[in-house]
């Protein structure tokens, strides 16, 4: 029973295997599967293609529902031999390449399966025709010179203008080349005429530069073989030269040899000589010199040496002088400081009491400023005080106020009755005693006409105002003062009228006199 099961279960397995072998599908790097039977969106072609695009990978496919192609996306290649006439009229062929493959997305797959899946032998023939085409009106456009001397923007309008057609066909151009333009009638080569004769004349120019060099060099050369000959024969002659004294002085050897032996004799005993001289200059300098400088040295080593002592003592007494001038300054400069410290401080002490100083009499004049102007303010209220108390004493009782103002003024008014009688030089008394109390008695009587007066002008005033009233009471001192004979004003123009010398006919009216007749009686008796 086992054996059965697992003989069901391994053919099971077999068929699954070979199943999934028939149903799956891989596609090679170079190519691409198209699937068809079962509908399948492809992003950027459109809806109901119709099949499927697979690339790079594999994929299941259900056999008898669906049927699998492949594409080729290898490289393809197509010559170019298109005849062509240019816009000169001259019939020129252009032969090229082009190399161009299946473009790789989703929808150059989908436009070249629409178009040659069943032809894609005959992909170059297309591509051959429709660069043919494009390659006739744009050579159309240019001249012989132009395709010669520019074949770049051949290719590039060729290119161009094939790009969009090729796009619709899902191909892309990988190359382009125009690699031969052959002209049959010949213009290439009339064009080549005159470049080629301008080389061979300039071919020709050179080569007679050329010869020109050449000639100049050989002409050269055989200067320098000349030269090189005539100086091997002068030195051929010097070599003779030297041979000949060479000979001629082989047979003066022998003499020569003589002379020579004497004369090495010669230089021996002068060798010699030399040596006793510099034997007894040594010794000279053993002798004398040597001591000389042995002593010369030890007085310059003793010179020396008290030098750098004196230098010593200079230099150390200078450090201690420095040293010493160093401490001074400094003593004088912290003395120096301190005493600016003390003039400082004595400064500030002095400038603070000099502050404090003016703060007492700024405050001592301020305290008597403001007592003066309590006292002046004191006196004011005390007048108006007396002037408001004067005026309200006028306003109640004026009689019983100018009375006491007379009494108090009495003295004053008598005495400036007395004085305006004094000033009187002449004074002529009738009816003796009885003239005297008349006169009395009419002075009281324009008294009592000024206190008349006075009460009058005291109601108008009290009538008026406490204003009024005050300046009034202020007055009244003044005019209550001669008021037994008048006011202050009118007493001395009153007593001035008796002062002054008059005759008997200007006394007034009111002054008891005589008539014409008594006069003329007194005169008469006067002259009598």
Not at 101 to 120: E, M
């Amino acid at each position: 029973m086992g054996y059965i099961i697992a003989g069901a279960v391994a053919g099971a397995l077999v068929v699954m295997i070979t199943l999934f072998k028939l149903m799956w599908r891989v596609a090679e790097p170079n190519e691409a599967l198209i699937i068809s039977g079962s509908r399948h969106r492809t992003e950027g072609v459109g809806d109901g293609l119709g099949f499927r695009i697979v690339t790079g990978r594999g994929t299941l496919v259900t056999p008898g529902l669906q049927g699998v192609r492949r594409l080729s996306l290898d490289l393809n290649e197509a010559e170019l031999n298109v005849e062509c006439v240019t816009t000169q009229g001259i019939p020129v062929r252009v032969k090229g390449v082009v190399i161009f493959k299946v473009g790789d997305d989703d929808v150059s797959i989908a436009n070249a399966a629409r178009r040659f899946l069943d032809q894609q032998k005959l992909i170059s023939q297309r591509v051959h025709n429709v660069f043919a085409g494009h390659l006739r009106s744009i050579v159309g456009g240019l001249t012989v010179e132009d395709m010669i001397r520019d074949r770049e923007r051949l290719t590039g309008e060729t290119r161009a203008a094939s790009g969009l057609e090729m796009e619709k066909l899902g191909l892309i151009i990988d190359t382009l080349q125009i690699q031969e333009i052959i002209d049959p009638t010949g213009y290439i080569k009339n064009l080549a005429i005159p470049h080629a004769a301008a080389v061979q004349r300039d071919a020709r120019i050179a080569q007679a530069a050329a010869d020109r060099v050449a000639t100049e060099a050989e002409q050269e050369a055989a200067a320098r073989k000349a030269e090189a000959t005539r100086n091997s024969e002068i030195q051929q002659a010097s070599y003779q030269a030297e041979m000949d004294t060479a000979t001629a002085r082989a047979r003066q050897a022998g003499p020569l040899a003589d002379a020579a032996s004497r004369q090495e004799v010669v230089v021996q005993e002068t060798r010699v000589a030399e040596l006793e001289a510099r034997r007894k200059e040594q010794q000279l300098q053993i002798d004398v010199r040597k001591p000389a400088d042995a002593r010369a040295y030890d007085t310059r080593t003793t010179a020396e040496a008290a030098r750098d002592a004196r230098i010593s003592a200079a230099q150390a007494q200078a450090q201690e002088t420095e040293l010493a001038a160093a401490a001074e300054a400094g003593r004088v400069r912290i003395a120096a400081e301190a005493d600016a410290d003390a003039t400082r401080v004595r400064g500030l002490a002095q400038a603070e009491a000099t502050t404090a100083t003016g703060r007492a009499e700024a405050a001592s004049v301020e305290a008597r400023g403001l007592a003066d102007a309590a006292s002046a303010r004191a006196v004011a209220l005390a007048r108006a005080e007396g002037i408001k108390a004067r005026a309200a004493a006028l306003a109640e009782n004026q009689e019983a106020v100018v009375a006491q103002e007379l009494a108090e003024q009495w003295p004053q008014i008598v005495r400036a009755a007395a004085e305006s009688f004094g000033n009187v030089e002449h004074m002529v008394l009738l009816n003796g005693a009885d003239g005297m109390g008349e006169l009395f008695a009419k002075a009281l009587a324009m008294g009592g006409t000024g206190l008349g007066l006075a009460r009058q002008l005291l109601s108008t005033v009290g009538a008026d105002g406490g204003a009024a009233g005050g300046a009034a009471a202020a007055a009244a001192p003044g005019a209550a003062a001669p008021a037994a004979g008048a006011p202050a004003a009118g007493a001395p123009a009153a007593v001035a009228t008796v002062s002054v010398p008059v005759p008997v006919d200007a006394v007034p009216a009111g002054f008891p006199t005589r008539d014409g007749a008594d006069r003329r009686e007194d005169e008469e008796s006067e002259q009598d």
